[in-house]
């Protein structure tokens, strides 16, 4: 793998945020954003967004340790101590040394249920951000039922006021159903790339182990 490769694991991370934001502006240009934010009164759509930005610059975090870890196969001539993968690698690798005995496929299988716990994660947050939004919806209906129980008798008056609790009712429903969908889908785009990369990852290193068992 070249190095323009290894760079593309966290620079293609960065073109999906850069056009993330680009839409968002532009959705936010329409006051389109700032109308979900301000009329959904069960504040889950404020939730879900900062669950979805908090995750999205995790998992950015996490490809860019990556594409160290990457780096550093081919290369060996960097090393971090923070890096989360290294430091799995060096876990592996001393495992490797000491357990001699231990199958070398039941090795390979731990060192890959602890890379693919990172993903594992991901895709349980985004299962969660769609599981919220579909709370939402049934707190808007609840918001457009109890309306109508406080409507004793039919008055032109209390007409008004019932739509507008119907209003807001089916505003917190769409509203936080289709924040949590896109919030899903964006982590779920996000992840099933990291999870290629972390294959990557793991070939790269099974491959070495193995060339160097053959030895």
Known sequence: MNKSSIDNIFIYWVYFISLIFIVSYALESLGFLSSIFQEDISYLSSLITFILIFYLFQCGYYLYKLRDAVFFIETKTHYDDSNPFIIILSEFQIANNILKDK???????????????????????????????????????????????????????????????????MKVALYTTLTGLIGSILLSIQYNFFESKINIFINQVINIDNYEKKK
């Open 103 to 169: 199958p070398k496929a039941s090795l390979h299988e731990e060192f890959k249920l602890k890379l693919y716990e990172f993903v594992d994660n991901g895709f349980f947050i985004s299962d969660l951000l769609l599981k919220l939004g579909i709370i939402g919806t049934v707190i808007g209906f609840i918001i457009m039922l109890s309306s109508l129980s406080a409507i004793d008798e039919m008055n032109l008056s209390k007409m008004n006021n019932l739509l507008l609790s119907m209003s807001a009712g």
